[in-house]
């Protein structure tokens, strides 16, 4: 970078789920939108959001649960499916859906996030574990997964493994998933840029654009 530039710093929350497929759409749009910025520098805090905190255990079919939630067909749902698999391919991320994929509880998924957050290394077990559901066929739920995808980001398997096993953070995640929900976000992802929320997977020129306007407020004082 040439010598007096001035860098402008803009940080963003981003309110997701592991689990959502769209999420790590919007985030790879994100990355997109920054590439498109001069001299601007994006820091990325992710949030907790789940998007079906009653599942059991034992999960349910992905197509089944989608099917159920949304009122779609079979065929809708399929249709679904190949477009979120082409949206991928044109933003570098790989959708693998499969016939026996499964929605699964995410809420151990945020507590090993926010292990990772006190690591400086959320953002990267967040990129790692939407790879592991969607990418590679890894059930996120499961602890023996989370504690591989944990120390595979560099987090100390001990410190992983005793904070699911005693659900050290589990007051912390609902708090904050409360504190979100509170401020009005029902849907993920939903972006926070400046002072504005903004929800979806929004294309990279809008969000380049809400980026733009957050560093002319902050220019501004407002």
Sequence with gaps: MPTGVIVKKVSIDIVSDVVCPWCIVGYQHLQHAVAMLDDVEVSVNFHPFELNPSMPEEGQ??????????????????????QLTDIGDAVG??????????????FNAHQALHLASLKGK????????FAAFFSERKDVSDISVLIDEAVAVGLEKEDIQQALAQQTYADEVRMEEQLWMQRGIQSVP??????????????PETLAAFIQEAILQEANGN
């Design 93 to 106: 991320f790989k959708f693998d859906y499969f016939d026996e994929m499964k929605m699964v509880n995410t």
């Design 122 to 129: 959320k953002e990267a077990l967040k990129l790692r574990l």
């Design 61 to 82: 079919n992905l197509r089944e649960h989608v099917m159920q939630k949304y009122g779609v067909t079979e065929a809708q749902s399929q249709q679904t499916r190949e």
């Design 190 to 203: 939903t972006f926070v840029i400046g002072n504005q929320g903004v929800a979806g997977a929004q294309p």
